[in-house]
Nanobody, 126 residues
Framework: QVHVVESGGGLVQAGGSLRLSCAVSGRTFSSYAMGWFRQAPGEERVFVAAVSWASVRTYYADSVKGRFTISRDNAKNTVYLQMNSLKREDTAVYYC???????????????????WGQGTQVTVSS
């Protein structure tokens, strides 16, 4: 059974930074693309960032490009999301997810990710 556990959320002022971590157990972490998604109250879950299984490629939503950085440490079975220059509109629950299939091409679709964490709240105040 795959376990995905996010951490690092919290309350931060606009313009500040946070780093989210996501620890994965129960599978060969290095074989799976990883993604971050977020869901604001009353809205659908949307793509934020993704990294390929070999860290060769990263993908970002336009809304976070240039401010957020996704990375992974396969030795630690962990993926990170460094969030800088945070804005109020970044407030959401952030979810980490592992791709459903190993060695799959990275996508931005939540349906292509099969293992999800419980989420971590990020609140950006003005």
């Amino acid at each position: 059974q795959v376990h995905v556990v996010e951490s690092g959320g919290g309350l931060v002022q606009a313009g500040g930074s946070l780093r989210l971590s996501c620890a994965v157990s129960g599978r060969t972490f290095s074989s799976y693309a990883m993604g971050w998604f977020r869901q604001a109250p009353g809205e659908e879950r949307v793509f934020v960032a993704a990294v390929s299984w070999a860290s060769v490629r990263t993908y970002y939503a336009d809304s976070v490009k240039g401010r957020f950085t996704i990375s992974r440490d396969n030795a630690k079975n962990t993926v990170y999301l460094q969030m800088n220059s945070l804005k109020r509109e970044d407030t959401a629950v952030y979810y980490c997810a592992a791709a459903s299939r190993p060695f799959a091409v990275v996508t931005t679709l939540p349906t292509d990710f099969g293992s999800w964490g419980q989420g971590t709240q990020v609140t950006v105040s003005s």
